[in-house]
């Protein structure tokens, strides 16, 4: 049953990435993440970059800029999609739980090294 939210603002909003991870395309609808900016990473994992068909990868990080928001979009999922998410996110990011722009509480993949420990 897909009773888990995920807001993905890059890769895993790709095809190629959604069939490769969960083995099917993901039902979503546009939402945002206030109060974040989006940046670039590179990754070095080449089963992410086969995945993803590139190396350079977005990540977001906290803004104090109020007007900040990265869109994207929110997908409903299983507990196994979510562990498989886990899966192909690599160290750099870390899964936290937001409350999206639309009052939609969501899991979402926060910089590992900018974001606050716990959920």
């Known amino acids: 049953m897909a009773d888990q939210r995920l807001f993905?603002?890059?890769?895993?909003?790709?095809?190629?990435?959604?069939?490769?991870?969960?083995?099917?395309?993901?039902d979503g609808q546009p939402d945002a993440l206030p109060g974040f900016r989006l940046t670039m990473i590179?990754?070095?994992?080449p089963e992410v970059i086969a995945a993803s068909g590139?190396?350079?990868h977005p990540l977001v990080l906290a803004s104090?800029?109020?007007?900040?928001?990265?869109?994207?979009?929110?997908?409903?999922?299983?507990?196994?999609?979510?562990?498989?998410?886990?899966?192909?996110?690599?160290?750099?990011?870390?899964?936290?739980?937001?409350?999206l722009a639309s009052g939609?509480?969501?899991w979402v993949y926060l910089s590992a090294a900018h974001s606050p420990t716990g959920s």
């Open 104 to 106: 939609t509480k969501a």
């Open 54 to 56: 590139t190396d350079q």
């Open 8 to 26: 993905s603002y890059g890769t895993l909003q790709l095809e190629q990435v959604q069939l490769s991870s969960f083995g099917r395309l993901l």
């Open 64 to 99: 104090s800029e109020p007007g900040d928001a990265v869109d994207g979009t929110v997908f409903s999922i299983t507990d196994a999609e979510l562990a498989a998410a886990d899966d192909y996110e690599v160290d750099d990011y870390a899964r936290r739980e937001v409350l």
């Open 42 to 45: 590179e990754i070095t994992d």
